[in-house]
């Protein structure tokens, strides 16, 4: 892969509940001039899927006690509390603040959750666009995580379809020749916070196109492949 496009799409109108996210992508896709071809890879925000499938609830941003007991009906597990933030562990296995709850670029009064399943929610939109246009593209959702030990924020892969969320380099050589071991790479992770970068946070661009992917990622695969088995987790 020697170059790779990412493109946003802009012009999409406000979902509301039941709308078909397929047709708001491709149709503003056309529209932009960057009509969805095969072999694409589509970034879309975890808050126009929650919007679609109707995961919106009724919150007072002032009322703590309000916010704090639906953080808690979206966990499994309570990680660390400190004041207004949550670490909790989600349905999903995400860990996250607040349980992936969020307040911003929805209607006053009203907060945010979680997709159910966002593997589910990306395979309905993939087979959604080869159902309805013919083109056979990747789907990542997205969302925006902190990450322990690091400041700062980016998107990282909540839900998959048809592109894997890891590419498992283990026993293949690396630049010399020595063979490697350990090396797992969160590619959907990788293109979810590459294509925030035309999305934006506050510029209402709510899907990207990445193009020119390497075609061997392309494959069924989940979220849940990003998920470290407690296990495996040396802070558990």
Not at 10 to 37: Q, S, Y
Not at 118 to 130: E, F, G, M
Not at 224 to 230: D, F, I, Q, T
Request: include cysteine.
């Amino acid at each position: 892969m020697s170059e790779l496009r990412i493109i946003a799409i802009p012009g999409m109108a406000e979902i509301r509940r039941g709308d078909e996210i397929a047709v708001h992508i491709a149709d503003a896709a056309l529209a932009n001039g960057t009509p969805l071809l095969d072999g694409d890879c589509i970034v879309v925000t975890q808050k126009i899927v929650s919007k679609a499938e109707g995961r919106l609830v009724r919150l007072d941003e002032t009322d703590v006690a309000a916010k704090h007991a639906l953080v808690r009906s979206e966990s499994v597990r309570i990680i660390r509390q400190r004041g207004d933030l949550i670490i909790s562990e989600t349905t999903h296995g995400f860990i996250c603040a607040n349980a992936g709850i969020d307040l911003s670029n929805v209607d006053d009064g009203y907060a945010a959750l979680l997709p159910i399943d966002s593997d589910r929610s990306a395979h309905y939109i993939r087979n959604a666009l080869r159902a309805r246009y013919n083109v056979e593209c990747a789907i990542i959702v997205s969302d925006t995580f902190g990450r322990p030990w690091r400041q700062g924020l980016t998107d990282v892969a909540i839900g998959v379809s048809g592109i894997g969320a890891i590419v498992d380099l283990r026993d293949t050589p690396d630049a010399v020749g020595r063979t490697l071991h350990v090396t797992e790479v969160a590619i959907a992770d990788e293109i979810a916070s590459a294509a925030e970068l035309v999305m934006g946070k506050a510029s209402g661009i709510p899907a990207a196109i990445v193009r020119g992917l390497d075609q061997s990622w392309f494959r069924e695969s989940s979220a849940r492949e990003l998920v470290r088995p407690a296990t495996d987790d040396l802070f558990r």
